[in-house]
């Protein structure tokens, strides 16, 4: 194992203290660890927070700020936050508007969110919470009752931040967060495993000249192990199933998110991205927004997934919304 690390039990707690350093408009509570805006709470809005395992930056530290999230929880690697660390920050971020939680679909995530909802409740304060579940790869997993949150959980937390900044209520931006869910599919394939400092070895082995289909973000398996192919294949391995589950037309529009997954370079993730747009030419659906880069990883996993969202003239607009965080930024 060669990490950039001082020891595997303190990467979680330093790596914070860096990002504290790094943007003072960030507030880290680092008792609870939690990343938030410097000017929470903002009066009469909804306050948008998320949170998972570490390993998976930006998502979701990465994302707060003006634009998107308010607070994030960082569990251990590859370790779900605790309900207390959620109730703390949902404390932190409550204005007056109230509160929704952003869970992603694995299982510690969804049952310590819901405890921690429970605990704000019970003193006072509104939340709601709605959990991602855009993976088409498999139906369950590992860590999964049901289908995988992944990078389906970037848009939604760009557009329901846009979304709480116009002052939309709890209600709204929740039903915002459900639309969206709904319209969004994504899948990932994975050219190398990951190494967990804790574990200090890969997760799991694949030869040379394979790749892992339909992975999930902390490496558990996908669809199917099959041999190398070139990005043509690729794409078509990881749009075919997307755009089958999504059930898109001739003139649909979409954004389309080709995520890297921590070990791969940009110039590689750009060719994929010709080849998705190539195949969506050929079903008739037009890309009108996108996002390429490594902005939900595992670590230093080599591999990408693909995401599509349906597009409507309201979801364009939220998109176009300025935004202020580490991770993502235009407009601000």
Not at 81 to 103: E, S
Not at 146 to 170: F, H, I, N, P, W
Not at 295 to 321: F, K, P, Q
Request: one cysteine or more; aromatic letters at 4%; a negative charge.
């Amino acid at each position: 194992m060669k990490k950039i690390i001082n020891a595997p039990e303190d990467v979680v707690r330093e790596a914070l203290r860096g990002v504290e350093r790094a943007h003072p408009e960030l507030t880290v509570d680092h008792a609870n660890r939690v990343v938030a805006r410097g000017d929470a709470p903002v009066s009469d809005k909804v306050g948008l927070i998320s949170g998972g395992g570490s390993g998976h930056e930006p998502m979701h530290g990465g994302f707060v700020g003006p634009g998107m999230l308010d607070a994030a929880c960082a569990g251990e690697v590859f370790t779900s936050p605790t309900p207390d660390q959620m109730l703390a920050a949902t404390k932190q971020v409550d204005g007056g508007a109230g509160v929704l939680h952003i869970v992603k679909n694995y299982t510690g995530d969804v049952l310590n969110f819901e405890m921690a909802a429970d605990l704000a409740r019970a003193e006072g304060i509104e939340v709601e919470a709605v959990v991602i579940d855009d993976d088409v790869a498999v139906q369950d997993s590992t860590y999964t009752a049901g289908r995988r949150g992944v990078g389906g959980t970037v848009l939604v937390e760009k557009l329901c931040g846009a979304a709480a900044e116009e002052r939309r209520s709890l209600a709204d931006v929740a039903q915002l967060c459900r639309d969206v869910n709904a319209s969004v599919r994504s899948m990932g394939i994975a050219l190398t495993s990951c190494t967990v400092p804790a574990a200090g070895k890969p997760t799991f082995e694949l030869a040379e000249d394979e790749m892992e289909v339909g992975i999930g973000i902390h490496g558990e398996p996908g669809r199917e192990r099959r041999k190398l192919g070139t990005a043509h294949e690729i794409a078509a391995a990881l749009v075919d199933p997307v755009a089958q589950d999504l059930a898109l037309e001739n003139g649909d529009r979409v954004l389309a998110f080709v995520n890297g997954m921590g070990g791969t370079p940009l110039i590689e993730l750009y060719l994929l991205f010709d080849e998705v747009g190539a195949l969506l030419d050929e079903r008739g659906v037009t890309i009108e927004r996108s996002l390429v880069g490594p902005y939900i990883t595992s670590l230093e996993m080599a591999g990408a997934s693909v995401t599509l969202l349906r597009l409507n003239d309201d979801l364009v607009r939220l998109w176009d919304a300025p935004v202020k965080t580490p991770g993502l930024r235009w407009g601000a």
